[in-house]
């Protein structure tokens, strides 16, 4: 415990930002911290986190990281379902029953004629479910992950422009309807 004091005292807070403003910090540098501070067990499951999660559900050792992967699977599948509808394909989902919220918000962002304002949207929808399992405790170890996991989502947006968006949208989407689980 008195490890990931000290880990997340010396992170600069992400708080209040958004796409366009400048990061305090990168995610490789975040690692590099994290290293002098988690033990393995924790740097494996930090080495581990990612915005686009494996299709498997492997657990992670992490509460906090298994549930930001299984939503985010659940969003990918919401959109996948949602764009092959608008699309008169099939989508198959398996035996998963999506939320309604996610495949509302999918409707949503697919909806939308702007591909780069679609990834804004989603990204907001991304970092409002992660804050939702922010931890009450602060200095514990999935505290340190969310952390991660935030500065993934704030990193990712930064990495959009117009053109760019428009390419990579069109990625996204032909991935998700061929049954890829990785962004390009």
């Known amino acids: 415990m008195m490890n990931q004091y000290y880990l997340v005292s010396q992170l600069p807070g992400l708080d209040g930002l958004d796409e366009r403003a400048s990061l ?28 686009v999660p494996n299709r498997e559900g492997v657990s992670t050792g992490s509460a906090l990281v298994d549930e930001w992967n299984r939503g985010e699977r659940l969003l990918r599948l919401a959109l996948g379902s949602v764009r092959a509808s608008n699309m008169k394909k099939q989508f198959d989902v398996g035996d998963v029953v999506l939320p309604s919220d996610m495949i509302q918000a999918a409707r949503t962002a697919v909806g939308m004629g702007d591909p780069l304002a679609a990834e804004q949207y989603l990204n907001h929808y991304r970092v409002d479910s992660l804050d939702r399992l922010r931890p009450l405790d602060s200095f514990c170890e999935d505290a340190v992950f969310y952390y991660g996991l935030k500065l993934m989502l704030l990193e990712r947006m930064q990495k959009f422009d117009e053109k760019k968006g428009i390419e990579s949208y069109q990625k996204i989407y032909d991935s998700i309807l061929n049954g890829d689980n990785q962004e390009k």
């Open 24 to 51: 305090p910090i990168n995610t490789e540098e975040f690692k590099e911290v994290c290293s002098r501070f988690l033990s393995p067990t924790g740097m494996k499951t930090l080495d581990s986190l990612s915005i």
